[in-house]
């Protein structure tokens, strides 16, 4: 646990970084919208997913206790994220001729699937729409009773221009209502709601509608922004500190959760909002919508037009973290090879470190411009990690602090010149933050390491038999596989290839 942190975080809000001074420290509420249930995730689903997870990572590295909550939304998002139109799950299910649950479930267990491989941690509660109908439909009821949403043939909508009288729609991402409503038309008139900027809490169900409740109101079903002010404020409060989401929720998704929580509970929903910037792929935002995405599953087995080869899950979760999250990042085939390489530097170094041993030798002083470089470098790592999660900085410090790694392991430079104290403090601090914090791991198959030990020990006894050919075969066999021999004064080891 690191102590006397001063953790900032760019408050969307506030438009400033903000010192994190938590509710009811040491406990945090972090609540993240999670995916709408139609599709396979794809790299766009992957950014907040590795963001959150690391902030999540973080902060309990910090000493908090983080409650994550992360929801699943499986009725309500309608096309194009608007109140008219189908639902995507149901026109999913129409499609698959499937109940619109076996596409819910499906999608879950595979947005589970590519979660485990990018080696997230699970949040604490994953809550889904349909599981809260009920605390719905209460919401609609207690912000119906504050004078702040109407009926309509059964549907009910929130009134903005009402709310805007005491509180400001639109703070969080700076619209401006009068722009808002100046820039919206309805359509011939047919509109039921009082002004084109209200937004639905609840709809009238077609008969044809496959997902819908009884209400108050007659059958129908909720919003899509409803269920987040609903299960955020059950499972963390009428405040929590923290929400986060990708930068394309801003509006009208959390705008419309900060009207809502205004409306029922008198106050802001979070302290603190975090928004990740997009992927793109040649300046343009991935998304379903436009069909220029890529599946994570497409990226691990390489089935895609766009792609040159397949990249590992740690690849993915690393190319993510070399951009500070308020940052687009612009994939391409080779800033993926390029993350590819030093993933692989930084596990190779992994492996180094956990394998170094201090020996003490007694003929070595403390080198103290060596010392104090090293303490210095852990310094810069935590400051980038304290200044709005920024990994990318972190990773820059962390190669920093391999290369002192790597002067040990290559004899280059004695771990007594260092000290104990500070030798260990690099040791774990490198680890920590690979494994604990930015969340990387090893990928090898199983028995790896027994098979490439008996392979390294045929190939030292080659050696020692000047029987060069089978040294070749063996060196060459291994490289065929991503695995390099290192021939060193005292030993043979190996590595990944980078």
């Given at each position: ?49 590795i ?23 499986d009725?309500?998002?309608?096309q ?7 639902d ?37 509660i ?16 207690a ?50 709601k ?5 937004f ?10 496959l997902m ?52 029922c509970?008198h ?23 436009l ?30 973290l ?122 090898k ?8 030990n ?33 021939d ?11």
């Amino acid at each position: 646990m690191k102590q006397n942190s001063q953790l900032k975080i760019y408050n969307t809000l506030s438009r400033t970084k903000e010192i994190f001074e938590p509710l009811s420290p040491p406990f945090v509420g972090m609540y993240v919208c999670g995916p709408t249930v139609y599709g396979d995730a794809h790299l766009g689903h992957g950014r907040p997913a590795i963001t959150f997870d690391t902030v999540n990572r973080y902060l309990t590295h910090l000493g908090m206790k983080v409650r994550y909550v992360r929801n699943i939304t499986d009725v309500g998002h309608l096309q194009g994220d608007a109140d008219e139109g189908e639902d995507k799950i149901a026109k999913k299910a129409k499609l698959e001729q499937l109940e619109p649950m076996e596409v819910a479930q499906q999608y879950t267990d595979s947005y589970h699937r590519d979660m485990l491989a990018l080696n997230t941690i699970k949040p604490s509660i994953e809550p889904r729409a349909t599981g809260h109908i009920p605390e719905q439909i209460a919401l609609v009821q207690a912000i119906m009773h504050e004078g702040l949403a109407y009926e309509v043939n059964g549907s009910v909508y929130f009134d903005v221009l009402k709310y805007n009288e005491t509180q400001k729609y639109g703070k969080l991402s700076g619209r401006v209502l009068e722009e808002l409503i100046s820039g919206s038309r309805d359509l011939d008139g047919q509109s039921e709601k009082r002004n084109a900027v209200d937004f639905a809490l609840w709809k009238n169900a077609a008969p044809e509608h496959l997902m819908k409740w009884e209400s108050p109101w007659g059958v129908g079903f909720p919003g899509w922004h409803l269920e987040c002010t609903a299960m955020s404020s059950k499972y963390l409060g009428k405040q929590f500190d923290i929400h986060g989401g990708g930068m394309d929720l801003m509006f009208p998704h959390h705008e419309c959760e900060i009207a809502q929580g205004n409306a029922c509970n008198h106050q802001d929903p979070a302290k603190y909002w975090m928004h990740n910037n997009m992927i793109t792929i040649n300046g343009q935002k991935m998304g379903k919508s436009l069909g220029n995405f890529i599946t994570l599953q497409e990226l691990f087995t390489g089935e895609h037009d766009l792609l040159e080869q397949a990249y590992s899950p740690m690849t993915i979760r690393y190319f993510i973290l070399t951009a500070h999250y308020r940052s687009t990042l612009d994939f391409s085939n080779d800033a993926l090879r390029a993350a590819q390489k030093g993933c692989k530097k930084i596990i190779n170094g992994l492996r180094i470190a956990k394998g170094l041993v201090f020996e003490v030798n007694q003929n070595e002083e403390v080198d103290q411009k060596q010392a104090e470089q090293v303490e210095q470098i852990i310094t810069n790592a935590y400051r980038a990690m304290d200044d709005d999660f920024n990994t990318a900085q972190a990773i820059g410090h962390l190669f920093n602090l391999l290369k002192k790694i790597n002067s040990i392991y290559t004899g280059q430079l004695n771990a007594s010149h260092l000290g104990k104290e500070v030798f260990e403090k690099m040791i774990n601090t490198f680890v920590v933050f690979v494994e604990d914090i930015l969340g990387l791991k090893e990928e090898k198959p199983d028995h790896q390491e027994g098979l490439l030990n008996v392979l390294l020990k045929i190939y030292a006894d080659a050696k020692l038999a000047k029987n060069y050919s089978k040294v070749d075969e063996i060196r060459g066999a291994l490289k065929e596989m991503g695995i390099i021999v290192k021939d060193m004064k005292d030993k043979i080891d190996w590595a990944y290839e980078e």
